[in-house]
């Protein structure tokens, strides 16, 4: 039997994204048919599924589906693009609100002419928390030798609800994202996989940033990613604590008032299209 779904597409700085909304409609399993939504050939196509689902700890909760059917914590693009889609769908007015994820409640605020802000909670740099098994103990993982494949790589590592490893590059248009990118994200180091940054520092004030992320691969932007990458760098004495990261798909204003802040990210949010897919055929049609 066929089962039709209603989407949104969506997009956060070139990341994009399907929004269904599990409030309105009654979805199916979502970790069987993850891959076929996602699937730039025979499906909708796009880097995650975003789920608006009810919530008894924030305003809504929102789950996230990777472009290979795994579930994960957080995603900072895909967080303004759900809030965008709530407030045009008319599920809440509110100019901030709360939403739940598997990374704790994320608060988004809205700036008008669909830009957001994300208060992105404190940087997590224990090597247990990460989760890395590149140090033991209390301090951070920054500028560490990694070895892959008989290659010496320096990263620093953070977690921003999700585990991110940032690799600083001379030219990031260069960088081995598509050769270094999956071995990184598999490396035993990561017991949970991780999101992998390539960064090329331009002044102090703004970087250049491309993400090969876990479960997806190479996508236009990564706002946690933008975030870890401006941790490491003003960590490293490298970046002030508001700066630009420049993404493929856009840019993201970054700030970190001080090592026990929150990490603010404001950035844009847009719909694409709304449509529907028939999940027997995978089949579409928009609307």
């Given amino acids: 039997m066929s089962h039709a779904l209603e989407f ?46 009810p919530s008894r700890d924030a305003d809504f909760r929102m789950e996230i589906y990777n472009a290979d059917g795994s579930q994960v914590e957080m995603c900072a693009n895909g967080i303004r693009a759900f809030y965008k889609y ?14 739940e994820t598997l990374a704790g409640v994320v608060r988004p605020r809205w700036r ?44 620093s590592c953070v977690s921003m609800g999700n585990p991110h490893a940032v690799i600083f590059v001379p030219d990031v248009d260069t ?12 490396h035993s180091a990561f017991p949970n996989r991780v999101n992998v940054e390539f960064a090329e520092i331009r002044d102090r004030e703004r970087v250049r940033q491309r993400t090969w992320e876990r479960g997806t691969g190479e996508t236009l932007a990564c706002g946690s990613g933008a975030c870890a990458v401006a941790v490491a760098g003003i960590l490293g004495g490298h970046l002030e604590r508001a700066l630009v990261v420049e993404l493929r798909g856009g840019e993201l204003a970054i700030g970190w008032e001080h090592d026990d802040a929150p990490v603010l990210m404001t950035g844009p949010a847009a719909e694409i299209f709304q449509g529907r897919i028939e999940l027997s055929a995978t089949s579409e049609t928009s609307s």
């Fill in 86 to 99: 709530l407030r045009d769908h008319g599920h809440t007015a509110l100019d901030e609100i709360g939403v």
């Fill in 112 to 155: 008008g002419a669909d830009r957001i802000t994300v208060q992105m909670g404190r940087p997590i740099f224990q090597p247990a928390k990460i989760p890395t098994t590149l140090a033991t103990g209390e301090e951070p993982v920054l500028d560490t030798v990694l070895e892959v494949g008989g290659e010496v790589v320096r990263v």
């Fill in 175 to 186: 960088a081995p994202v598509a050769r270094l990118g999956p071995r990184i994200e598999h």
């Fill in 8 to 53: 949104t597409k969506m997009h956060g700085a070139g990341n994009d994204f399907v929004v269904l909304d599990g409030i309105r409609q009654t979805l199916p399993p979502l970790e069987p048919i993850a891959r076929q939504l996602a699937d730039r050939h025979f499906g909708i196509g796009c880097d995650q599924i975003l789920v608006v689902r």
